[in-house]
């Protein structure tokens, strides 16, 4: 296509909504008419469907659960009056409580005002916070943030070494929906052990948000904890960034939670539109089905030119993996769907893997993330009429370019700067077209079945372990893994054994492994 096609079709394609500032072009996704035509009766029950899911249809089948997120930033939406009541007070009571927080009207009892937060979770509970607390946190907030999202006993050492000397103003937000996740579990019970050293009162410093109800609720009300938020049954992990899940984090930080809320909303409105031109989460779900062929073939690779913006890829990566990687439609057939997502930030990752995206395999798509203001204020020049923001957006354009060049497809959002009101829309907009492309592909886009069987193996790996402690004890004489599996019933686990002992040696948890390390079936067992 020659350069006078290549702006018509710019402009043909190009979508924009003048209340946020905000462009979605997708005029370098090589898609036709004909593509668009056939496309058309997907779409059209891909809007009914949404319909459907916003008037509190059971969206999930298999949780047997609605799906609400929409509600959260337009609660007149909402099916009943109950839950409209139960979001808008919930709102209310954390801008309250945040601004008690913040002003010091609530401290710590040995200091007078709270300065940072450790705020554990994982998933859903975390990749929101991390997001927009890195995209969005003032220079100085009132109070910092910290997060453990993992149960990696090095990751949890490392924050509260280095809030040893503020754990005594230090708040801790345990996030879990369940209420039950392992992960979030270990680090509360670390955390509490740490407060506990210092002599300091867990209670004073934790706030739960979870579900009603769940065993972290529980364990908050008997304990007395600061406060309790509630996470509604009807928000799914993945899209609870505007729930209290994200907006507890993000108030404590003096972020604009309204301002959020205000700009998922416009952006729901955007995309309530049930027309593929002018609504922006369906040209996006579009492009995902042209590029991927409706099968996920080739990898959505996000690439915000904005450090401020680097963790969205991250947090992409779940909405749109977890949500789409499925085994079985909703028809029960087997399709292994989904669309594997990466991405950091350009231009930093032009030095690295862009390489391989220019010439290499072409297995991918590229979502560029433009945002239009470079800084707030005047930029110096680095050159006579050129600054460090004009190389940035050249090296934008010099890359969508040189990949269209060579048959890669890419789609470029257009923001006019990051705040509260854009990021609320950016989230809303893939909330939106990953549920439209769930419904393209016939998928529950609203559950994660998958994700249980590694929680089971683990789980079986750990009881495994008691096994194996069991045994070693009770026999107190040197033996070989394959004697330890037998006397645990458990020859046919001989490789998970093994991997046990080896990391209980490591750790010095009372098992000494002896003999030759390159040949496991030789070691010696003893407990010291
Ligand atoms: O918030 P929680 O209940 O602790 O769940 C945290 C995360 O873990 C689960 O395994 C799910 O796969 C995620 O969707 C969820 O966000």
Known sequence: MDATALWQRYQKWLYFHEGLGFYLDVSRMRFDDTFVEALQPKFEKAFADMEELEKGAIANPDENRMVGHYWLRNPSLAPTPE???????????????????????????????????????????ALGPEFVAQALAPDFPPLGIHFIDNTDPAGIDRILTHLRNRLSSTLVLVISKSGGTPEPRNGMIEVKKAYAGQNLDFANYAIAITMPGSKLDEQAKSEGWLARFPMFDWVGGRTSELSAVGQVPAALQGIDIRAMLEGAKEMDDATR???????????LALSWYFSGNGKGEKDMVILPYKDSLLLFSRYLQQLVMESLGKEKDLDGNIVHQGIAVYGNKGSTDQHAYVQQLREGVANFFVTFIEVLEDRKGQSPEIETGVTSGDYLSGFLQGTRQALYENQRDSVTVTIPQVNSRIVGA????????VGFYGSLVNVNAYHQPGVEAGKKAAAAILELQKQVLEVIQTEKTSLSIEEIA????????IEAIYKILRHLHANQRGVVLHGDFGQPSSLKVSIT
């Open 83 to 125: 839950l409209q009541e139960e979001i808008v007070n919930t709102i209310e009571q954390i801008e309250t409580f945040a601004e008690k927080i913040r002003t010091g009207a609530i401290h710590p009892p040995k200091a007078s005002r709270f300065t940072d937060i450790i705020s554990i979770g994982i998933g859903g509970s």
């Open 273 to 283: 539109i049930p027309n593929i031109k002018q609504n922006p989460a369906a040209l």
């Open 426 to 433: 950016l989230i809303a907009l893939y909330e939106r077209a």
């Open 486 to 493: 037998q006397k645990a019933g458990a020859s046919d686990q």
